[in-house]
Nanobody, 124 residues
């Protein structure tokens, strides 16, 4: 089964920036709505952002609005999450997934399974 590969995480100070990448070999990301999710220790997985297949519509959780930007490069078969103004509460493992529906509430793991995620740690 196709599996996502997330990268770009790391340790960053508050107010710093990171850019996460989401890729999947043998799977055309540009044909689907793709979402970013995160899971902090002891918490449920949270939907962060998503981008529709026509690249014209995006969704952001209130907690990241105006700080995070989702984008896609179909030529590189990659979806990005630019994270600026990072806060300690953004610390989590970040994952991407195929999603569906307005604001992307449906996760379609049958098309591509969860990857290992990428750890983002925001601390001074």
């Amino acid at each position: 089964q196709v599996q996502f590969v997330e990268s770009g995480g790391g340790l960053v100070q508050p107010e710093g920036s990171l850019r996460l990448s989401c890729a999947a070999s043998g799977f055309t990301l540009g044909s689907y709505d793709i979402g970013w999710f995160r899971q902090a220790p002891g918490k449920e997985r949270e939907r962060v952002s998503c981008i529709r297949d026509n690249a014209g519509r995006t969704y952001y959780a209130d907690s990241v609005k105006d700080r995070f930007t989702i984008s896609r490069d179909n030529a590189k078969n990659t979806v990005y999450l630019q994270m600026n103004g990072l806060k300690p509460e953004d610390t989590a493992v970040y994952y991407c997934a195929v999603v569906q529906g307005p604001n992307c509430p449906i996760i379609r793991t049958a098309l591509a399974s969860w990857g290992q995620g990428t750890q983002v740690t925001v601390a001074s």
